[in-house]
């Protein structure tokens, strides 16, 4: 065998034998780069005979196509090695199922509202929505509120900064501070008989363990010809047995004072306090629980509803408070301060 066909062999060997591309790239540059052994060999023309450089040369260029035909040639099978191998290891199986874990969580708010209006609508009551930010009108004058009532003041009340072209007092902007605003809305704008629930956002400017500057209600109000006082603690007592789960829920009202309605009450639920644990149902305490009473013949007449044909009542509490009380929340300031951490506790999962 001649030295070229002993050296194609071993180098062809070689070649087969690379196992990926860095492998083949450096022995084609050991073969047929500046420095190879066959661009040295081509070097070595010059010094031989003329028809040994012929016959050489000849050979030569032959080998050296051979050669680079042979790395190509395996240059695509590693190629495509390795395109499997990545195709292998990159694979992503659509079919599996997406991870367990659960990252977002239902605030325990929605969540109250959604258990509160579903109570609601099982009774007829549809859900209603006014504007947040309201006039002094609808806060206060068409509630039936006197002028001098503390609740008009600054220190409870964030007014907005006043038109210029404002013609009364009743036009002055603020944030609603009650949910009331929106029965005002809907008397204003609806033919009885009306029975509504309004959940929604009120502001105050207080903040303690018990306030926060704004926080939610809801409203509820009945209008029609007959409906009475009985009706509205019926109401009120089958909504709170189904709220709190418990069925032989002790109920009481306590007359109280509303200027938008005439009787008022607030209604108290029973519940026990132990081991500094709060739990609601038969006891020896009560909670304080919401507002209600006969709607004032005042506001039916400030909204265009006839006082002698028309009567009903009306209710309003807070949403933190009654959730507080259900899920054993401790701190009203907690359900705004978006802690990830607090929300993985209290929060719901969608189902
Ligand atoms: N608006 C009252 C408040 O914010 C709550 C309330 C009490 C609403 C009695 C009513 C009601 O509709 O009849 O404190």
């Known amino acids: 065998m001649s030295n070229i066909e002993a050296l194609k062999q071993e180098i062809v060997e070689t070649v087969d034998a690379a196992n990926d591309m860095q492998e083949l790239e450096s022995l084609r540059i050991n073969v047929l780069g500046k420095k190879g052994r066959i661009t040295d060999m081509m070097k070595s023309l010059g010094q031989m005979s003329p028809d040994q450089r012929?016959?050489?040369?000849?050979?030569l260029n032959l080998l050296k196509n051979e050669i680079t035909q042979k790395i190509e040639s395996r240059a695509e099978v590693l190629k495509n090695k390795e395109l499997n191998q990545r195709l292998e290891n990159e694979k992503m199986d659509m079919t599996l199922s997406i991870r367990p874990e659960q990252k977002g969580s239902i605030h325990p708010i929605s969540q109250t509202i959604e258990e509160m209006v579903s109570i609601f609508?099982?009774?007829?009551?549809?859900?209603?929505?006014?504007?947040?930010?309201?006039?002094?009108?609808?806060?206060?004058?068409?509630?039936?509120?006197?002028?001098?009532?503390?609740?008009?003041?600054?220190?409870?009340?964030?007014?907005?900064?006043?038109?210029?072209?404002?013609?009364?007092?009743?036009a002055h902007l603020l944030l609603r501070t009650h949910t009331s605003t929106?029965?005002?809305?809907?008397?204003?704008?609806?033919?009885?008989?009306?029975r509504i629930i309004v959940p929604g956002r009120t502001f105050r400017s207080d903040y303690d363990m018990t306030h926060t500057p704004m926080f939610h209600q809801l409203e509820g109000l009945v209008i029609d010809k007959?409906?009475?006082?009985?009706?509205?603690?019926?109401?009120?007592?089958?909504?709170?047995k189904k709220f709190f789960a418990v069925e032989d829920l002790p109920v009481r009202f306590r007359p109280s004072y509303f200027p938008f309605t005439e009787p008022?009450?607030?209604?108290?639920?029973?519940?026990?306090?132990?081991?500094?644990?709060?739990?609601?149902?038969?006891?020896?305490?009560?909670?304080?629980?919401?507002?209600?009473?006969?709607?004032?013949?005042?506001?039916?007449?400030?909204?265009g509803i006839d006082p002698e044909e028309y009567q009903g009542f009306a209710f309003g509490m807070g949403v933190e408070r009654v959730a507080m009380l259900k899920y054993g929340i401790p701190d009203l300031r907690t359900f705004f301060e978006s802690d990830i951490r607090w929300l993985r506790h209290y929060g719901f999962g969608p189902i």
């Open 226 to 240: 007959t409906s009475h006082m009985g009706h509205l603690k019926h109401c009120l007592t089958t909504f709170c």
């Open 121 to 170: 609508a099982t009774m007829g009551f549809t859900v209603a929505e006014g504007p947040e930010i309201e006039d002094d009108f609808h806060n206060f004058t068409a509630l039936n509120f006197p002028p001098e009532h503390p609740a008009r003041q600054m220190h409870d009340t964030f007014y907005l900064p006043d038109d210029p072209e404002k013609k009364s007092d009743d």
């Open 54 to 59: 012929k016959e050489m040369g000849q050979s």
């Open 182 to 194: 929106t029965q005002i809305h809907v008397m204003q704008n609806t033919k009885p008989p009306i």
């Open 264 to 303: 008022s009450a607030e209604m108290d639920i029973g519940c026990t306090h132990k081991d500094g644990k709060l739990k609601i149902g038969a006891g020896s305490n009560w909670m304080e629980i919401l507002g209600c009473g006969m709607v004032h013949p005042n506001v039916l007449s400030n909204c």
